[in-house]
């Protein structure tokens, strides 16, 4: 495993020997659709996918005279990505809404796959939009399922609906009919999780769809899921005729080449992505990124995005100046660190970082405690401590150690920290993105 | 009926797309690259990964060539028996008193596994006691309570977000206490990657080593069948944080293959110990390593 880091790396690997010559053979053109081919397969692709997609990207390499081009590498990286993305199809798909209220959103998987757990998260995001949401509890077989569903409603802050372990069409028609008198509009139908090869449990997914002819049907896949996503989203698409897909779990190290591959065979959009256990953590699919992320590339997309969300435009520019001016105080900093946990889980922003992705994996972790520590120390000093960190002297430090809670070694790493992070800055001014690379000393 | 015929139909009994390559691949002539080809391809389908297959069919052509093998029936033979070298493992009996603790990424049937293995222990006639350590989780404990009425079992559970680590404390105890030979601990779903919740699952060794320094404390990782290349990762990660004892795959019963055990036993050397079947109570069994690979080719 993690063989390669990314797509890229091995390109370059591959026609840095020839860069000199300026021209490429048709050989080393093979042999780097043979290093795409392991790359998919590394990341759960389906094999036949993989099969088709190399054959396809070969002849538009081929075909685009990537021969002449000074940079082969990055070309190829390129026309890899570009059809990863044309695949995925290409923009963000957004959910149906019914025009007869209510709406009503069925999900169904095999289980395990989050169904659930997407439940809570779908309403929540729903109820965003003013949306007003009711669950209802279709999984009448799993051991407590429905007292999972009822926690999960209570957690997003909506309505459970629940007739016990009763026929699931009957449970369908009620919740709609229990929406319709309390003046929900939205319901999100939770159903057992079963095998698609479950003759038995899959008629019954079938009679609920034709009791209810719900607006959509969303399958749930778990992101990690291997070869064998193919044949569960074919089938349960043969059979329930879905109308969209929702991948779990993505918040995890998998590459998620499953969802290229339930793309591919069943032709439904991929809607949505769960990537946390909160019920906030649920994200529109973004075909772009995923393709980065198949390619071990990175996702810099949804981190701009994310720390778009975070600062406002004016805080990013009265920073900016603080950089020319080189005049970053530790207020700042905290202000800092009090943005990016607005942002969320700093190790999940580092793996979108490019380059950073593979490297980081299992061996560099940033506590997210130690953030906090980091808070504290600041805390304990005085406006003038932080203004001007260099009057910290042995004395104050002590001060500080005992206010914060921490030791005197911990002021002191951070003191020396906040200089390198302030070093960095001014790199980066001067030097762009390279200076980044020495952000995984900061934390 | 002509031979074209025939293969049809051999192709139509068999249902999923794997069979189908394998047959195609085992009816070939001679041990030709497409006859190579089509086995790489049966091996990458059922989740094998791509260095382990790559690996397993250097041997096949080695041992053929050393063996003078020349037809593609005896070849299966070769593999079958290389793959069965591969995932075969001596595991160490069982000694009571016995802790084994679950753990894994989110729905790979942890909850549904305790269940079952309490059912299989209460049925070699020891007495057993789960510890509810998944407080995480909407209503885990819940359906870990259903699982011990079924197998007739005590559970002992605190509430939702109490530490996991406490659960387990208490578990003991009341172990000790009653003198029951074995303790199956329950823990939440986690993903791998979140450093946190590692150090709670070596939280809770550290009490189970503390209190029971003299018991079989056994951990295993339990992952779903149908899970592609990433198992590695989580194998690898578990083992590290918590230096994992064995595998228990889940979810057999579906069309996947759980080929991934092999790329696992390739790299981490660990071996699966048993396999779920089915949703019913005694659908939990021993792992056989020649019925796994038989199933498999």
């Known amino acids: 495993m993690a063989l390669f880091e990314s797509l890229s790396d091995r390109m370059n690997h591959i026609f840095s020997k020839l860069r000199n010559k300026g021209k490429l053979t048709e050989l080393e053109i093979k042999q780097a659709m043979r290093e795409i081919r392991v790359a998919l397969l590394e990341a759960d692709v389906n094999y036949n996918v993989v099969k088709d997609f190399t054959a396809k990207v070969s002849e538009k390499a081929l075909g685009e005279d990537i021969l002449k081009s000074l940079t082969p590498a990055q070309q190829i990286v390129k026309i890899v990505n570009d059809e990863l993305v044309a695949l995925m199809g290409s923009t963000h798909q957004k959910l149906a809404v019914s025009d007869r209220p ?44 429905i007292q999972q569903l009822k926690v999960v409603a209570k957690n997003a802050q909506t309505e459970c609906f629940e007739m016990g372990q009763i026929d699931p069409v009957k449970i369908a028609k009620g919740a709609i009919d229990y929406a319709l008198k309390n003046g929900y509009d939205t319901v999100i139908l939770d159903t057992a999780g079963r095998l698609h090869i479950d003759e038995k449990l899959m008629d019954e997914l079938v ?52 969802a290229l591959s339930i793309k591919a065979v069943t032709g ?28 071990g590339m990175g996702d810099v997309l949804t981190l701009i995005e994310k720390a778009q969300n975070a600062f406002s435009q004016e805080e990013a520019l009265k920073m900016q100046k603080k950089l020319k001016e080189n005049s970053f105080t530790l207020e700042d900093y905290l202000d800092q660190l009090n943005n990016m946990k607005k942002m969320g889980n700093i190790n999940d922003m580092m793996s979108m970082i490019p380059g950073l992705a593979g490297k980081m994996k299992g061996n560099v972790q940033i506590d997210e405690k130690q953030l906090a520590h980091t808070k504290a120390i600041i805390l304990s000093m005085t406006p003038q401590e932080r203004r001007n960190p260099d009057i910290i002297k042995a004395s ?48 | 009926m002509n031979i074209f015929q025939k293969i049809a139909q051999g192709i139509k009994k068999t249902k999923d797309a794997f069979s189908k390559k394998l047959f195609f691949a085992f009816s070939a002539r001679a041990l030709d690259d497409e006859f190579y080809d089509n086995l790489e391809e049966a091996l990458l389908t059922a989740d094998v990964g791509i260095t382990a297959t790559e690996n397993l069919i250097e041997e096949l052509k080695n041992e053929c060539f050393a063996r003078k093998i020349k037809k593609p029936e005896d070849a299966r033979d070769v593999l079958r028996q290389l793959m069965i070298e591969d995932i075969d493992y001596d595991v160490p009996q069982y000694e009571y008193p016995l802790v084994i603790l679950l753990s894994g990424v989110n729905g790979v049937g942890k909850t549904t596994a305790i269940g079952k293995l309490a059912h299989m222990f209460k049925d070699m006639g020891k007495s057993v006691v789960i510890a509810a350590g998944d407080t995480f989780r909407a209503a885990a404990s819940e359906q870990l309570e259903v699982w011990g009425e079924r197998a007739g079992v005590r559970v002992i559970r605190h509430s939702e977000g109490a530490d996991p680590a406490a659960v387990v404390f208490d578990a003991i105890s009341s172990a000790k206490a009653k003198g029951n030979d074995v303790i199956l601990v329950d823990t939440a779903g986690r993903l791998h990657n979140k450093k946190n ?101």
């Open chain 1, 396 to 443: 104050r430090r002590k001060r500080i150690a005992r206010g914060s809670g921490t030791s005197i070694q911990e002021v002191n790493q951070l003191l020396k920290q906040f200089d390198m992070m302030k070093e960095m800055m001014s790199r980066m001014q001067r030097g762009g993105l390279r200076g980044l690379k020495g952000l995984k000393g900061l934390f």
């Open chain 1, 268 to 295: 439904k959009p991929i809607k949505f992505s769960g990537t946390g256990e909160k019920p906030e953590d649920l994200e529109p699919f973004h075909p772009e990124r995923m393709a980065s992320r198949i390619l």
């Open chain 1, 102 to 145: 209510p709406t009503v959103y069925m999900m169904c998987g095999l289980q395990g796959a989050g169904k659930t757990t997407m439940c809570g998260k779908l309403a929540v995001y729903l109820k965003k939009q003013g949306k007003k949401v009711l669950l209802a509890a279709g999984d009448i077989y799993r051991p407590a399922a």
């Open chain 2, 197 to 297: 919740l590692m150090a709670e699952l070596q939280k809770i060794c550290r009490v189970v080593g503390r209190e029971l320094p003299d018991a079989d404390f056994r951990k295993f990782l339990v992952l779903d069948a149908t899970t592609g290349q990433n198992a590695v990762s989580q194998a690898k990660i578990f083992s590290e944080d918590i230096d994992t004892d064995g595998i228990i795959l889940t979810k057999l019963d579906g069309t996947a293959k759980g080929g991934v055990v092999l790329a696992i036993s390739e790299e981490l050397q660990l071996p699966v110990v048993y396999v779920g079947v089915g949703e019913k109570i005694d659908d939990l069994i021993p792992f056989d390593a020649t019925d796994f690979i038989n199933a498999l080719l």
């Open chain 1, 207 to 258: 009679r609920v769809k034709k009791e209810i002819k719900p607006t959509e049907i969303l399958l749930v896949v778990d992101s990690m899921t291997g070869q064998d996503a193919v044949t569960v989203a074919d089938t349960f698409n043969k059979t329930l005729d879905v109308t969209g897909v929702i991948m779990t779990k993505l918040d995890g190290d998998t590459r998620g080449g499953a």
